[in-house]
């Protein structure tokens, strides 16, 4: 990995690191304020029994008679259970086009291309800031959390958060990962931003799918969406390693085979 390039490419991805870490943070913050004032309400369980099944578990909220008020699945439906794998998703594909697709098809990419470094270093390099940047965001939700609940004194297992956080990680690190090799292979972000964008909807719609009906839970062994079960994970009802490796083993796969194209292509520099 090339140091300089690391930091210059970190230091240009500062805006937008902060600016996720502090929106998810702000998120964070007012859906734990209300959720102490949700629970005071005197209507409360009959709120959740008030939508369709299919919704509840397309959220990841429980469907059975018994209602979960625990902040666990509150914010698995406010914020994990959806909202935080569209968020990821969305960065993850940005963050590979812009650290690769861009500064190639823009000529960004031709001075350490010149330079005495090698391509996989090049490679390494960019692959290094992102997963930085997830790791960072990723870390930052996670305080987001701790911060929230301590200060609005909610109890919570913080060594859970932190495996859900491992997962979600993980899975951003699979998105980004094939994003990543898309932008190799197609070289220019439009193309490369279309086709990893139209690949991560088709994974989403899998899985939303799957968990509308038990008919269609098969579904969910073919999208690296369906090993994020973060209700489940925040529960202790499962523990998420084997998911884990799954997701590293794809994000493992498809930077390998990144890499092998990025050393060979005759890029246009």
Same mark, same amino acid.
């Given at each position: /990995?090339?140091?300089?390039?690391?930091? &210059?490419? $970190?230091?240009?991805?500062?805006?937008?690191?902060?600016?996720?870490?502090?929106?998810?943070?702000?998120?964070?913050?007012?859906?734990?304020?209300?959720?102490?004032?949700? /629970?005071?309400?005197?209507?409360?369980?009959?709120? +959740?029994? @008030?939508?369709?099944?299919? &919704?509840?578990?397309?959220?990841?909220?429980?469907?059975?008679?018994?209602?979960?008020?625990?902040?666990?699945?509150?914010?698995?439906?406010?914020?994990?259970? !959806? $909202?935080?794998?569209?968020?990821?998703?969305?960065?993850?594909?940005? %963050?590979?086009?812009?650290?690769?697709?861009?500064?190639?098809?823009?000529?960004? /990419?031709?001075?350490?291309?010149?330079? +005495?470094?090698?391509?996989?270093?090049?490679?390494?390099?960019?692959?290094? &800031?992102?997963?930085?940047?997830?790791?960072?965001?990723?870390? @930052?939700? $996670?305080?987001?959390?701790?911060?929230?609940? %301590?200060?609005?004194?909610? %109890?919570?297992?913080?060594?859970?958060?932190? !495996?859900?956080?491992?997962?979600?990680?993980?899975?951003?690190?699979?998105?980004?990962?094939?994003?990543?090799?898309?932008?190799?292979?197609?070289?220019?972000?439009?193309?490369?931003?279309?086709?990893?964008?139209?690949? %991560?909807?088709?994974?989403?719609?899998?899985?939303?799918?799957?968990?509308?009906?038990?008919?269609?839970?098969?579904?969910?062994?073919?999208?690296?969406?369906?090993?994020?079960? +973060?209700?489940?994970?925040?529960?202790?009802?499962? /523990?998420?390693?084997?998911?884990? &490796?799954? =997701? @590293?083993?794809?994000?493992?796969?498809?930077?390998?085979?990144? !890499?092998?194209?990025?050393?060979?292509?005759? =890029?246009?520099?």
């Amino acid at each position: /990995m090339n140091d300089t390039l690391y930091w &210059v490419m $970190l230091k240009q991805e500062g805006k937008k690191i902060l600016g996720y870490s502090l929106g998810l943070a702000v998120y964070e913050w007012i859906v734990t304020w209300i959720y102490p004032i949700i /629970m005071q309400s005197p209507d409360i369980e009959q709120i +959740p029994k @008030s939508f369709p099944s299919a &919704v509840k578990r397309a959220f990841g909220v429980p469907t059975g008679d018994e209602v979960d008020l625990s902040y666990e699945a509150y914010i698995s439906a406010q914020l994990f259970g !959806r $909202l935080w794998t569209l968020i990821i998703s969305f960065y993850g594909i940005n %963050t590979a086009n812009t650290l690769v697709a861009q500064p190639l098809e823009q000529g960004f /990419m031709a001075y350490p291309l010149s330079s +005495p470094v090698s391509r996989s270093e090049i490679l390494n390099t960019q692959l290094g &800031v992102l997963l930085t940047e997830l790791a960072l965001v990723t870390g @930052s939700t $996670l305080s987001g959390i701790y911060a929230a609940t %301590t200060h609005f004194r909610i %109890t919570i297992d913080k060594w859970q958060y932190f !495996r859900l956080g491992i997962t979600a990680f993980s899975l951003g690190s699979a998105i980004s990962a094939y994003s990543l090799l898309l932008a190799v292979f197609f070289n220019t972000e439009e193309k490369s931003e279309r086709y990893a964008s139209a690949l %991560t909807f088709a994974f989403y719609g899998l899985d939303v799918v799957s968990s509308l009906s038990d008919r269609y839970s098969g579904l969910k062994h073919l999208t690296p969406f369906g090993l994020f079960r +973060p209700l489940e994970v925040l529960q202790g009802k499962i /523990m998420p390693t084997r998911d884990v &490796v799954v =997701l @590293s083993v794809i994000s493992g796969v498809a930077l390998v085979i990144a !890499r092998i194209l990025f050393s060979r292509k005759d =890029l246009a520099v």
